[in-house]
């Protein structure tokens, strides 16, 4: 503008504004939101984040970008992290060339349930009737569980669910609470109620019948006592033995003289001691002693007495005999009887037989 000057020449040097970013460090502290549920069986998820600080107030979320999952999901007991990593996080403002992303650990608790669950437990059970062989029940049934969330898979067994017998009776299997364990965190507060089970052993109750036979023997007569003792028994079931009874008798009889003795035992001398048998019967079949006659020939000699008398006028009698013999020295005077009349008298010179008979004799 300065007419003086005709001839003017500009030459620019360039120059300008610099605005440098912020070079110290920006620390944005980010915390994971967290949840606590209390265990139901279904699926618990905690998501996002929260940006807890930013140590420059210049920063804001907006500078900086997202690029993780910030979700964690689970349904039993214990703790879900939702491990965000500062690698997810991406700073998108030039103007911050220091920025640090700092992460506050969050995530999912889910506790366990102390509502009561109550298991019931069922030992099986068997019948049998008694047959001489050992018999056993096995196992339990969950009959009922009170929480449908619990399951029989929750659990652990370390007991042994059996019971074994032979004989009549009942035999209890004996679980307890303590051969139940719970293996499931979910629930802290399991009872475990058993009900008894176990093994029967019925008896038998068909008849058994026992057939106890007297003993019997057969001598003839010797003048000394003969004696027979004892019994045989025939049962109608295998199973049943000698052993099974009692005896409370008196199984012996004896005789010397001819003639029958029965041993006469009875029904109520045995008594069954064997409970896997309800209905045993005795029946006896009779036996005893027998001793036969001596069939040898036996001779008596029978000597009439005598007399000699010289006449005198008056009646004279001579009476009565002498066994003078007997073949057999068990038979004896005392073993006969006499009926005839062992007399004979008279007056006048003569012999007057007895006239004894060998009839008179018996």
């Known amino acids: 503008k300065n007419a003086n000057f005709s001839n003017v020449?500009?030459?620019?040097?360039?120059?300008?504004?610099?605005?440098?970013?912020?070079?110290?460090?920006?620390?944005?502290?980010?915390?994971?939101?967290?949840?606590?549920?209390?265990?139901?069986?279904?699926?618990?998820?905690?998501?996002g984040y929260t940006v807890t600080n930013i140590s420059n107030t210049l920063y804001s979320e907006s500078d900086f970008a997202f690029n993780g999952t910030a979700s964690v999901s689970g349904t039993s007991e214990g703790f879900y992290p939702m491990t965000l990593t500062a690698s997810d996080f991406e700073n998108k403002n030039e103007n911050f060339t220091n920025v640090t992303f700092k992460i506050v650990d969050g995530g999912l608790t889910i506790n366990p349930t102390d509502a009561e669950v109550i298991v019931t437990i069922t030992e099986n059970s068997a019948t049998y009737t008694y047959d001489g062989t050992e018999k056993t029940a096995t196992g339990y049934t969950v009959t009922?569980?009170?929480?449908?969330?619990?399951?029989?898979?929750?659990f652990a067994f370390s007991g042994t669910a059996s019971a074994s017998g032979t004989n009549e009776g009942f035999y209890p299997m004996q679980l307890t609470v303590n051969d139940f364990r719970n293996t499931n965190g979910n629930f802290t507060n399991v009872a475990f109620?058993?009900?008894?089970?176990?093994?029967?052993?019925?008896?038998?109750?068909?008849?058994?019948?026992?057939?106890?036979?007297?003993?019997?023997?057969t001598h003839t007569y010797d003048g000394t006592e003969k004696t027979v003792t004892g019994y045989t028994t025939s049962i109608s079931n295998p199973l049943y033995t000698v052993d099974d009874f009692a005896f409370n008798g008196t199984a012996s009889?004896?005789?010397?003289?001819?003639?029958?003795?029965?041993?006469?035992?009875?029904?109520?001398?045995?008594?069954?001691?064997?409970?896997?048998?309800?209905?045993?019967?005795?029946?006896?079949?009779?036996?005893?002693?027998?001793i036969n006659p001596i069939t040898d020939e036996v001779t008596v000699t029978i000597t009439e007495n005598s007399a000699t008398?010289?006449?005198d006028g008056t009646e004279k009698t001579v009476t009565g005999y002498t066994v003078t013999s007997i073949s057999n020295g068990l038979y004896t005077a005392s073993d006969f009887t006499f009926s005839g009349t062992a007399s004979a008298s008279g007056t006048k010179a003569d012999f007057y037989p007895c006239l004894l008979y060998t009839s008179d004799a018996a």
């Open 253 to 290: 009889v004896s005789g010397m003289n001819e003639g029958f003795y029965p041993m006469t035992l009875a029904a109520s001398d045995f008594r069954n001691t064997n409970t896997n048998f309800a209905n045993v019967e005795f029946v006896i079949v009779d036996g005893g002693l027998t």
């Open 309 to 311: 008398h010289t006449y």
């Open 9 to 47: 020449r500009f030459v620019i040097e360039d120059g300008g504004l610099t605005i440098n970013p912020v070079t110290s460090e920006i620390v944005v502290t980010i915390t994971e939101n967290s949840a606590t549920h209390t265990y139901d069986g279904t699926e618990k998820t905690v998501t």
């Open 144 to 154: 009922s569980i009170s929480n449908p969330l619990y399951t029989v898979n929750d």
């Open 193 to 217: 109620v058993i009900v008894d089970g176990g093994l029967t052993i019925n008896p038998v109750s068909d008849k058994v019948t026992v057939t106890i036979t007297e003993n019997s023997a």
